[in-house]
């Protein structure tokens, strides 16, 4: 009996040396994460700790139904304290169905601003009065509500692809390209680096001129985000986090921009709808002293379009709907 008692006994330290040894090397794991992840961070924010930020007003709408709205403004300042936004981009993130609704304005439609008697262009926006003039003005222009913003300066958004996407981005180059964008690119399915996705975003020259130029960042996005959203691509993340609150100014804060990223990883991916304003057959050229060459659009009908698209209508229904012609009148 007695001996008995002591097999058992042997067997329970047994375990218990199993167990204390299992626990230091999870915790040993955990430690060595934490580290990883730490210095990955700090390796990407450092890369970006020179950037200067400005305070900026910004009062977000509520969200409504888990969909965040987050308005994405590409600047160029080259230098300047203030600039006009050359992008302008709605993003609107169904978080319980991981479907993203893209909505980009184009620089030149003829706006009225609250608070301004006399019309601009809707770049302008953000050099009179920032983010909250451009919030107020899609807001009602458009009936839009904007939640959150983004603002990333085009020199920074070489940088943030390259900590993003260190093997490049892959996509389709339809043509050659070069004029004033700062690389050659040659026609053809590629992999690009920064520098070389910026150029195509930017690239303008072509039959589609500006139009063109628009869905071109909405590729430019949509390659970024299949690459960023990889399972190769994990490892990257506490880098690109870090560079992140560096090359972005931005309302959200780390926390819930890591947790929008691993949404989008834990729901599988995410899924892109896209639509530029105005659609094609809503809208005509026009030129104002003030503003000089402009889109003259029809609001109500964009604004239509907009709300069904945001509503869960497919983006090529409503172009081809608005190419039917139907709704081509100018309203102011």
């Given at each position: 009996m007695t001996e008995q008692r002591r097999q058992q006994a042997k067997r329970k330290k047994r375990k218990l040396r199993k167990g204390r040894?299992?626990?230091?090397?999870?915790?040993?794991?955990?430690?060595?994460?934490?580290?990883?992840?730490?210095?990955?961070?700090?390796?990407?924010?450092?890369?970006?700790?020179?950037?200067?930020?400005?305070?900026?007003?910004?009062?977000?709408?509520?969200?409504?139904?888990?969909?965040?709205?987050?308005?994405?403004?590409?600047?160029?300042?080259?230098?300047?304290?203030?600039?006009?936004?050359?992008?302008?981009?709605l993003i609107s993130w169904d978080q319980e169905t991981n479907d993203v609704r893209m909505v980009s304005f184009m620089r030149d439609i003829y706006s009225h601003f609250p608070g301004y008697e006399t019309g601009y262009k809707l770049n302008t926006a953000y050099y009179l009065g920032g983010v909250s003039l451009l919030q107020q003005t899609l807001n009602n222009m458009f009936g839009v509500t904007v939640n959150h913003y983004a603002i990333i300066d085009f020199k920074n958004f070489e940088q943030l692809v390259d900590v993003a996407a260190p093997n490049g981005v892959e996509v389709n180059v339809p043509h050659d390209m070069s004029k004033n964008i700062g690389v050659s690119l040659k026609k053809g399915t590629q992999r690009l680096n920064g520098k070389e996705l910026l150029g195509f975003a930017r690239f303008r020259y072509d039959a589609e001129g500006d139009?063109?130029?628009?869905?071109?960042?909405?590729?430019?996005?949509?390659?970024l985000k299949d690459e960023v959203l990889s399972a190769s691509n994990v490892k990257n993340y506490p880098k690109l986090i870090g560079a992140l609150e560096g090359y972005i100014q931005t309302d959200l804060t780390t926390s819930q921009q890591v947790g929008l990223m691993f949404n989008a990883v834990k729901g599988g991916g995410v899924n892109i709808d896209r639509m530029t304003i105005p659609l094609k057959g809503t809208y005509q050229y026009g030129r104002y002293p003030q503003a000089g060459s402009v889109l003259d659009i029809n609001v109500d009908a964009n604004k239509e379009y907009m709300s069904r698209f945001f509503n869960g209508e497919s983006s090529e229904t409503l172009k081809k709907e608005a190419e039917s012609g139907t709704t081509s009148t100018p309203t102011q």
């Open positions: 040894v299992f626990g230091v090397f999870f915790f040993a794991i955990l430690l060595a994460l934490g580290g990883y992840f730490y210095f990955q961070y700090k390796a990407g924010h450092n890369l970006a700790s020179k950037e200067n930020k400005q305070e900026i007003e910004f009062k977000g709408d509520p969200s409504i139904n888990n969909v965040e709205n987050i308005l994405l403004i590409g600047i160029d300042t080259r230098g300047e304290e203030q600039s006009r936004s050359d992008t302008m981009m139009f063109g130029r628009v869905e071109r960042q909405q590729q430019a996005i949509e390659a």
